[in-house]
């Protein structure tokens, strides 16, 4: 069902023979302009229209009334209730351990630089309602922003055709939060109403976040400078390194787990034990079948972005998967936490054969909005510090400044820049 890529006696750059799924932004980007002006310049009429012909819905009003996300609260079933607030405390647990505090360093008698940390002021929060509504990202969006002390909260998801309202377990999940400015609008237009607000309807954000599709990643492009954003997202992936200790039912069950969101979804397993490969195939065929997405998932697996990558030995795997930069990293070998311990780039690390990464995805506290197609090499996933802006107070007393006077001027002459010597220099010449 997987393709295999034997890397086995392989120096070639692992991160040029790795599958990964093939997404045109730039495609889309283009697609997706006329939309996102559109919504720019008409405002509400443009977002109906747009909400009219791609989801089929005939918008009244944009904002969900506070009454209908009460309603879905109360309409939650008790266990789906009690694993949401589950999932809060334990991401509100998490997050607040990620709280920054201001730092004051004194430079030299009279001369002081602090570090503030403050949160970014309105931000608009984007949740997934396609193939799958993703309540729980609802909880990863808002725990973090709230955690952070984002004043303003504004919650965009698309519409369903029965009821021209999100989802009710996302509205649901939103009253949990204590979010109550909802919007039932999705795609690319939900981003350029965030981004550039609707007169008497949505105030405009200042910085967008949460998963989505092609197009609500090529909305995102479109508004970047116009707003902050946390990622452009692609299709989810989960890379697993394991040994001849994993067990194929782990390893398969979380393939799949991934797999089935998306076709495009990208499921690996980096191993040197052609027998776990073997072990795991005939697991994949009996449970794929089985499962309720059979065809979704079919499709993720025997795709180009999946595959088993064959290395020597584990120090070859981590080569292979630090090259990868998955979005979901499982480790299931002998000594997981020190092998672990020794990866540089993954949006998450599961570590050990209990930490799946549906784990990740509702319940360990972790965030599950992380970097994919390789941008974990050089990117975060969301925390409390995606809403925090660093700003430094520099504050120099008469003394100080004249110490160093002669350095600035130094450095301004030696860069053509004399005025700001003389910035300096004109204090102390009256």
């Avoid at 909880?139 to 989802?167: C, K, Y």
Wanted: net charge negative; with cysteine.
């Amino acid at each position: 069902m997987l393709t295999r890529i034997d890397l086995r006696g392989s120096a070639a750059d692992p991160r040029r023979l790795l599958p990964r799924a093939a997404v045109d932004v730039t495609a889309a980007t283009e697609a997706m302009r006329p939309i996102v002006e559109a919504v720019r310049e008409h405002g509400a009429d443009a977002v109906r229209a747009a909400t009219r012909k791609f989801d089929g819905v005939e918008l009244e009003h944009l904002r969900v009334p506070v009454e209908a996300l009460s309603r879905a609260a109360d309409a939650l079933d008790p266990d789906v209730r009690a694993a949401l607030l589950e999932s809060i405390g334990r991401a509100r647990q998490v997050h607040a351990d990620q709280r920054r505090t201001d730092v004051t360093t004194n430079v030299v008698p009279g001369g002081t630089v602090t570090q503030r940390w403050i949160p970014v002021q309105r931000v608009g929060l984007y949740v997934p309602g396609g193939l799958a509504a993703l309540a729980s990202s609802v909880v990863m969006n808002v725990v973090p922003a709230q955690t952070a002390g984002v004043e303003g909260i504004a919650v965009s998801s698309p519409p369903q055709r029965d009821t021209g309202l999100p989802h009710p377990v996302i509205m649901g999940a939103c009253s949990l939060l204590g979010i109550d400015e909802v919007y039932a609008v999705g795609g690319g237009q939900a981003i350029a109403m965030l981004g550039y607000g609707v007169p008497g309807e949505c105030e405009p954000v200042d910085m967008i976040t949460g998963p989505g599709n092609v197009w609500v990643t090529a909305a995102k492009r479109l508004l970047r400078g116009e707003v902050g954003i946390d990622a452009e997202a692609g299709p989810t992936e989960i890379a697993i390194l394991a040994d001849d200790t994993a067990d194929p039912v782990h390893v398969a069950v979380d393939l799949i787990s991934q797999a089935e969101h998306d076709p495009m979804a990208a499921s690996v397993l980096v191993t040197a034990s052609e027998e776990l490969v073997g072990s795991v195939e005939k697991e994949l065929v009996a449970r794929v079948a089985a499962t309720k997405h059979s065809e979704r998932v079919t499709t993720a697996l025997t795709g180009p972005q999946s595959a088993v990558v064959l290395v020597d030995d584990l120090a070859a795997g981590l080569r292979v998967v630090d090259a990868y930069a998955a979005e979901h990293l499982e480790i299931q070998t002998r000594d997981a936490r020190k092998v672990a311990e020794r990866v540089r780039n993954a949006g998450a690390v599961f570590v050990g054969a209990w930490s799946p990464v549906s784990l990740g995805d509702y319940c360990a506290g972790s965030n599950h909005v992380l970097p994919t197609g390789g941008c974990a090499r050089h990117q975060s996933g969301l925390s409390v510090q995606t809403f925090l802006r660093g700003v430094q107070l520099i504050e120099y007393d008469e003394a100080a400044l004249r110490e160093v006077a002669g350095h600035v001027v130094a450095l301004s002459h030696a860069e053509d820049l004399p005025a700001h010597g003389e910035a300096v220099t004109a204090r102390f010449s009256t």
